[in-house]
């Protein structure tokens, strides 16, 4: 008898299931008042069964879903990152765009005021700002763009240097706060004159040749007053911000904050005059 049970064993367990499921279905076909007590017993023999069957088969398919869907989670998060940041350059960008553009605007502008002369634009593209040698910008435009030496740079707020030294397609501009910078000015507000010279340092410059008499306040302007030779009158130079009266003497003192911040500056303007040979249309300049 076992022996022909292991003989036969694999039919034995394929007709088995495939009776086992026959008598499942036609045990759950029958309407529940026409079930044999056999249907009742097979029913209750295979319910436990057939829950944890299902309840396996959910488990996988929602564990699966779950995957698929968290997986579809981070591939959008990484997608939306990305575009979050492709949009924080891009706002960055245009940010700065706008910055340069209304830089360019005022200096536009303030070119425009002065028609006795010509602006080339140029950008500062290197810095030598040494406390113990010069006070030096170089600047992109040089003699084949109408440059020459002792010509005022500017920027919409006033003041910058002069050019110092030259070159074909550049030259050194140097600035108002180095210690060889002596510039011609007056009060805005009593007309008194005096020079402004650099300290050898960006920051505060000191006021020379102011009488003593003259009438200096913490707060004035001071402009150019165009008897240097080099600086056209009226261009802002800075602000009285410590005046220094001693008790004898000819001539007062007094420390000046620049107009210009040269440790911010980007663009400016070569001043050249109109009625110079270099005030060719020629020459690469602000105007459009």
């Not at 394929?14 to 097979?42: E, K, N």
């Not at 398919?61 to 990484?78: D, F, K, P």
């Not at 004035?220 to 261009?235: K, N, Q």
Request: net charge positive; aromatic share 4%; charged share 25%.
């Amino acid at each position: 008898m076992f022996a022909l049970l292991r003989r036969y064993r694999e039919v034995i367990v394929v007709a088995v299931l495939a009776v086992v499921p026959l008598g499942i279905f036609l045990a759950h076909a029958r309407h529940p008042g026409d079930r044999t007590a056999m249907d009742r017993f097979v029913l209750a023999v295979t319910s436990p069964i057939e829950k944890g069957v299902d309840w396996a088969v959910t488990g996988v398919l929602t564990g699966w879903q779950h995957y698929v869907w968290l997986r579809g989670v981070e591939s959008h998060a990484r997608e939306l990152s990305r575009t979050v940041n492709e949009l924080r350059a891009e706002n960055t960008e245009m940010a700065q765009l706008r910055a340069e553009n209304e830089r360019l605007e005022r200096l536009l502008a303030f070119a425009r005021s002065r028609p006795e002369h010509r602006a080339v634009g140029a950008r500062i593209v290197g810095t030598r700002l040494d406390p113990k040698g010069l006070q030096l910008v170089t600047i992109d435009r040089g003699a084949d763009d109408g440059v020459r030496r002792m010509m005022p740079v500017v920027t919409a707020g006033g003041v910058l240097g002069r050019i110092h030294t030259l070159g074909t397609r550049s030259a050194d501009v140097l600035i108002l706060s180095d210690r060889n910078s002596s510039i011609a000015v007056r009060v805005e507000r009593s007309r008194a004159r005096a020079n402004v010279r650099g300290e050898g340092a960006p920051g505060p410059c000191r006021l020379e040749y102011a009488l003593r008499s003259d009438d200096l306040i913490e707060g004035d302007e001071l402009v150019t007053s165009g008897t240097d030779g080099v600086f056209p009158r009226g261009l802002p130079v800075g602000q009285v911000t410590r005046v220094k009266r001693g008790g004898h003497g000819l001539y007062q003192a007094a420390e000046v904050l620049p107009a210009v911040d040269v440790t911010r500056v980007e663009e400016v303007a070569v001043l050249v005059a109109t009625d110079s040979p270099e005030a060719q249309p020629a020459a690469r300049a602000l105007d459009p």
